[in-house]
């Protein structure tokens, strides 16, 4: 079923009778040329790239819940491409391209929102740092601004620029950066998988990995084994226990993240805005809640709910940034896990297992990376090599020294 304006007002003139299922209920085949372990956005990304990009229809992804039950549909729905290193940035603006053609490429409308992405300064070294990043992405055809502190009054007045303990000096706007209904991307990649013909195999979780000789065979799961001449994981915060299955020690933490949504209320923010002073990042749904977040929990956990002293903290980094919205009732509040890597950027590589590869690693940033990802790991599993935005996630770079430390923090997983 092709979702159209036709469509919707036919379905709204018969009662909405006739809307079909998004996707198939699937149920595990013997055998499968792929199998996608993780229902995720990476995973489904992955799965509908296998079957659009490179004509491999044959392909299952196998989840241990439901659709959109794990990070893709719990994060805070930013995207942008605002990086600095090398092997970072024409990877991110990739994604950023796919998210600008995605609603049409998958007949699905995500809400793809490119509401801005304003990064705010609290000083001198903060506005150098600021301009050096905002002059690495012009310089690979990212779009930036570096805002003076008027600039940024005229966009968030509502921002305390009065006396505040850490002033506000200015700010890197990226434009086209934003906002992407979360669930909506699971959903419609799910869809738009399934009409090319992929099994989206819900409530399958994988137990262990079959491997003879040093190759894949298959997986083992809770409703039986499902061969595969080729296994891609993308299980995010539960990469390191998935890999464990496979006799693989990858060098990822599992942390919390939590995020926020406050009652609705009239429009008030129409970009994204994030706190330099503090971990604090904020927007406005299209339903007029406050969605916000801040720092991962900092402990090793694979519960998907948080602490009270992270909400304490993330509710300070709002109040120093926006006073007002300590008038705000908080809603809903809700954890998710993270797979944070040693250096903060992610990995998609094979592994040392024949026909068995890796999606993991994207700390708390991999929903923006979601077209891109499963672009990029579909590419690696069809035809064995890496896409070129990609090249740089090598698993091996642990070992090699080659990392990709964004922040400068250094081997500290929960700081990145
Ligand atoms: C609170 C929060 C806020 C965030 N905010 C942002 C943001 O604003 N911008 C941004 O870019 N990123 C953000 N992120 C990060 C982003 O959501 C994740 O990096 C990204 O969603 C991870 O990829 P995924 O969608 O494939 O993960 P998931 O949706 O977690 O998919 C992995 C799937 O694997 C399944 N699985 C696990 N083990 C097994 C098994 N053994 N067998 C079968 N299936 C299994 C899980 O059930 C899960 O559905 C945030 C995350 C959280 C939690």
Redesign the pocket.
Known sequence: MQYSAFSLLKNALTGHRYWKPAWREAQPRDRYDVVI????????ATAYYLAKNHGITNVAV????Y??????????????SNYLLPGNVPFYEWSMKLWEGLERDINYNAMVSQRGVLNLCHSDAQRDAFARRGNAMRLHGVDSELLEKEQVRKIAPYLNFDDARFPIQGGLLQPRGG?VR?DAV?WGYARAGDRRGVDIIQN????GFRIDNGKILGVE?SRGFIGASKVGM?????AS??AG?AGMRLPIESH????FVSEGIKPLIDTVITFGAGHF?ISQSDKGGLVF?GDIDGYNSYAQRGNLPTVEDVCEGGMALMPMIGRVRMLRQ??????MSMDGSPIIDRTPVDGLYL?AG?????????PA?GWCFAHLIARDEPHAVAAAYRLDRFATGHVIDEKGQGAQPNLH
């Open positions: 372990v993780g229902g995720g956005g990476h995973g489904l196998v989840e241990k819940g659709i959109g039950s794990g990070n893709v549909g719990r994060n805070t729905t930013i995207v942008r906002t979360h699971a399958c979780e994988v137990t799961t993308a299980v995010a915060g539960n226990r998935v299955m919390v993240l939590q995020a990042y977040g809700w954890g998710g896990i993270m797979d999606n994207w700390c708390y940033g991999g929903f923006k990376a979601t990802s």
